[in-house]
């Protein structure tokens, strides 16, 4: 099913799309990708967390210190994808004490982060977004960044060039026609990211999302896009394929 171009619809529709799509990727992981010992939660942000944000949907390590590998899709080998990123020095700020709170059912090691309108819609809050993604990276939590959206003046470049400059200064460019980012970011000493640029109109490629330092499935992003897209009724899919908008449509009951 090839990506649609939400870019062109009121932000409450790819909302509601967007909360479908978290349950039907937490639905997938849970039945046979995620390894034993591993469940992925749709997670309420804190309430410190700014009300902008969306939901994520965090995969957590219920018990033990090291990942179980026993059954799951779990892959040892490095991902393939279009473009591949690393730092080549320590960092420095790895190596600082930190206090952390552990809960009593294990710690989150993985973030999915669907990007929303919301989270472009100022300056504040895409820094405030780069800002919270930079900060589980820095802290070992492994994050995979999915924007459907184009760039914006606040992010000309793309949402993954800002979260990896403040990792460390690479040059990057969106290939010809592919404005859309999918994003792997493996948060070990050395921090990796796996870039897949896409565009409206493609399939979503599987995503590497990694739960330990060198070990990850892969998501398939196209089948849990096809699973939410199944739910929508006939007039919501008319809405997003065609961009038109019934004169009924009411944008300010979505405030």
Known sequence: MPIHDWARLPSGLFHDFHQTWTVQIKALLNTGILPKGLTALVEQKPKEWKQWQPDVLAVEKRRGSSLDTDGGLLILDPPSTQMVFRTDEEIYADRANRVIIKHHMGKTVAIIELVSPGNKSSRSKIED????????????VHVLVVDLFPPTSRDPEGIHKLIWNEIKEDSFS???GHNLILAAYEAGREKVAY?????????????????????????????????????????????IETGVLPEEYDEDSEE
């Open 174 to 176: 969106f290939p010809l």
């Open 195 to 239: 870039v897949e640029p896409v565009a409206v109109g493609d399939k979503l490629p599987p995503m590497p999302l990694f739960l330990a330092v060198g070990k990850h499935v892969m998501l398939p992003l196209e089948l849990s896009y096809q699973m939410a897209w199944a739910t929508c009724t006939e007039e919501f899919r008319t809405i």
């Open 129 to 140: 977004f780069v800002e919270k993604v930079v900060e589980f990276i820095q802290n070992g």
